[in-house]
């Protein structure tokens, strides 16, 4: 599991780096145990450490975790212990505190925090940078250093995806949250091995005629464990821990299948949207894994869209727009999906090749007359339409919701209340049949 094997390259860094750390531990806990006191392990990780040593150099990355070092140890007591184990991480162990010292922990741990507000001058550069500590009490979080170092793992993973330069206490809670995570993610690893994936379509209709003019891929693992699990817990996932990328190739080759099967059946009407992330997009080598994907199912370009949610485009990066304006020449559209959640820049979104917008299912189903997400959905078809851009709205769920859009002036759409996402041998019946709506 990725928590073990996290823990036993840690383990095998502390090795290295310090043999003393196990013998430290061994005897604070045995010394704990007679005196029925409590042993204190926090891992400390400097947060983006990578980027550190990526823009400024190896050398100064180093420089920076000596002065580190050196403003970590002043803040502790002498009889407290601190490596440094992975690149860019510190352990520290405090031992022999009592139960009613325990605030005076809490006081050293704010200390720690307070190095990390300090400017860092390296070779006449000033550096700030923060880290995420996570904190791990024995008796309470593990009896033994392996179970105490894993603890404070998973609370220092904890501080940093809440945005890392904070420090969290291990909890029973925290544990099991993050137990559950890593036999998911161990799971998936195999999803694609296993055969566990499979993509489902939703129709996208022109509201006035109610004819379908594309549809969405979207896709789905079934797990015989964990049953259907939603893509918004694996994709995240599977971007966490770089899965993304076998999983998002797995996707678009079968789509590209699929496709080709309606295709070449005579269905060659509708466009196929299909989602990436952006953290496929910015693989070197996804741009021509894809245009030759689409070239060999011979699929015309003009019946592609690829989705990307606003968030990806609040990178303001020269490679990004490079990439866009690739599969824009390649005669692909481009969507921006959930449009309205995320910070985009309107004047930057100008000048790139976008073709579409899809109004986030959000805005969509708290939507009543006159109220603020009406009034936001109007204002967005309104930009959509003088951008002369496609407006999708998702998320259509009543017969009020496709009335108010009809009555805006939105041209396209999709929700359960139309059609639910089919999997791929309903939507082939549904093809045949023609059917304006499927539900
Ligand atoms: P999304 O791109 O915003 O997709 C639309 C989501 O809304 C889908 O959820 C769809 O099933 C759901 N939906 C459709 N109609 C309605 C409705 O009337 N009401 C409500 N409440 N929901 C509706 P789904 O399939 O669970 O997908 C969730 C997200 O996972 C997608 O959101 C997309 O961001 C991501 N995703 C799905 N497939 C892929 C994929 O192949 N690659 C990548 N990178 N992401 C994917
Ligand atoms: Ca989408
Ligand atoms: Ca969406």
Same mark, same amino acid.
């Given at each position: 599991?990725?928590?073990?094997?996290?823990?036993?390259?840690?383990?095998?860094?502390?090795?290295?780096?310090?043999?003393?750390?196990?013998?430290?531990?061994?005897?604070?806990?045995?010394?704990?145990?007679?005196?029925?006191?409590?042993?204190?392990?926090?891992?400390?990780?400097?947060?983006?450490?990578?980027?550190? &040593?990526?823009?400024?150099?190896?050398?100064?990355?180093?420089?920076?975790?000596?002065?580190?070092?050196?403003?970590?140890?002043?803040?502790?007591?002498?009889?407290?212990?601190?490596?440094?184990?992975?690149?860019?991480?510190?352990?520290?162990?405090?031992?022999?505190?009592?139960?009613?010292?325990?605030?005076?922990?809490?006081?050293?741990?704010?200390?720690?925090?307070?190095?990390?507000?300090?400017?860092? &001058?390296?070779?006449?550069?000033?550096?700030?940078?923060?880290?995420?500590?996570?904190?791990?009490?024995?008796?309470?979080?593990?009896?033994?250093?392996?179970?105490?170092?894993?603890?404070?793992?998973?609370?220092?993973?904890?501080?940093?995806?809440?945005?890392? &330069?904070?420090?969290?206490?291990?909890?029973?809670?925290?544990?099991?949250?993050?137990?559950?995570?890593?036999?998911?993610?161990?799971?998936?690893?195999?999803?694609?091995?296993?055969?566990?994936?499979?993509?489902?379509?939703?129709?996208?209709?022109?509201?006035?005629?109610?004819?379908?003019?594309?549809?969405?891929?979207?896709?789905?693992?079934?797990?015989?464990?964990?049953?259907?699990?939603?893509?918004?817990?694996?994709?995240?996932?599977?971007?966490?821990?770089?899965?993304?990328?076998?999983?998002?190739?797995?996707?678009?080759?079968?789509?590209?299948?699929?496709?080709?099967?309606?295709?070449?059946?005579?269905?060659?009407?509708?466009?196929?949207?299909?989602?990436?992330?952006?953290?496929?997009?910015?693989?070197?080598?996804?741009?021509?894994?894809?245009?030759?994907?689409?070239?060999?199912?011979?699929?015309?370009?003009?019946?592609?869209?690829?989705?990307?949610?606003?968030?990806?485009?609040?990178?303001?990066?020269?490679?990004?727009?490079?990439?866009?304006?690739?599969?824009?020449?390649?005669?692909?559209?481009?969507?921006?999906?959930?449009?309205?959640?995320?910070? +985009? +820049?309107?004047?930057?979104?100008?000048?790139?090749?976008?073709?579409?917008?899809?109004?986030?299912?959000?805005?969509?189903?708290?939507?009543?007359?006159?109220?603020?997400?009406?009034?936001?959905?109007?204002?967005?078809?309104?930009?959509?339409?003088?951008?002369?851009?496609?407006?999708?709205?998702?998320?259509?769920?009543?017969?009020?919701?496709?009335?108010?859009?009809?009555?805006?002036?939105?041209?396209?759409?999709?929700?359960?209340?139309?059609?639910?996402?089919?999997?791929?041998?309903?939507?082939?019946?549904?093809?045949?049949?023609?059917?304006?709506?499927?539900?």
């Amino acid at each position: 599991m990725k928590e073990e094997v996290l823990l036993s390259s840690k383990l095998a860094g502390i090795h290295k780096t310090h043999l003393a750390f196990h013998e430290i531990v061994t005897q604070k806990i045995a010394r704990a145990k007679i005196h029925s006191q409590i042993v204190g392990l926090l891992l400390i990780n400097i947060d983006n450490f990578q980027s550190i &040593n990526i823009h400024l150099g190896y050398h100064i990355g180093e420089k920076l975790l000596l002065k580190m070092q050196e403003r970590l140890t002043s803040c502790l007591n002498s009889d407290d212990f601190i490596t440094r184990i992975d690149n860019g991480e510190f352990v520290i162990i405090m031992g022999d505190i009592k139960e009613s010292e325990i605030k005076k922990t809490k006081n050293t741990i704010k200390n720690l925090m307070e190095c990390f507000n300090e400017i860092y &001058n390296l070779d006449g550069i000033d550096t700030k940078i923060s880290a995420s500590i996570g904190i791990a009490y024995y008796p309470h979080a593990g009896a033994d250093t392996q179970t105490l170092l894993q603890s404070a793992n998973i609370s220092m993973s904890h501080a940093k995806s809440l945005g890392g &330069n904070n420090y969290q206490y291990h909890t029973g809670t925290l544990n099991k949250k993050y137990k559950k995570k890593s036999s998911l993610e161990h799971a998936l690893k195999f999803a694609v091995e296993k055969q566990e994936l499979f993509l489902n379509y939703q129709p996208i209709f022109n509201l006035k005629t109610r004819k379908m003019l594309g549809m969405e891929a979207l896709l789905r693992w079934k797990n015989p464990l964990f049953g259907l699990i939603s893509p918004n817990i694996f994709i995240p996932l599977a971007e966490e821990n770089g899965l993304i990328t076998s999983i998002g190739e797995w996707s678009l080759k079968n789509i590209c299948k699929q496709a080709k099967e309606w295709y070449t059946a005579g269905y060659d009407e509708f466009k196929i949207y299909f989602n990436i992330s952006s953290y496929q997009l910015f693989q070197k080598s996804f741009p021509k894994f894809m245009m030759r994907l689409f070239k060999n199912a011979h699929i015309p370009p003009h019946l592609l869209d690829l989705e990307l949610t606003e968030t990806a485009f609040i990178t303001k990066s020269s490679y990004f727009e490079n990439i866009l304006k690739k599969i824009s020449d390649a005669g692909i559209s481009i969507t921006i999906d959930d449009f309205g959640t995320g910070h +985009s +820049s309107l004047t930057r979104l100008k000048h790139l090749p976008i073709t579409g917008l899809k109004i986030d299912k959000l805005f969509i189903s708290d939507m009543r007359p006159d109220s603020f997400d009406a009034i936001i959905v109007n204002s967005l078809i309104a930009l959509g339409k003088k951008l002369s851009m496609n407006v999708i709205a998702e998320g259509i769920e009543t017969e009020a919701h496709l009335q108010f859009l009809i009555a805006n002036g939105c041209p396209q759409g999709q929700g359960y209340y139309l059609c639910k996402p089919l999997n791929a041998d309903q939507m082939t019946s549904f093809l045949k049949k023609n059917n304006k709506r499927c539900v």
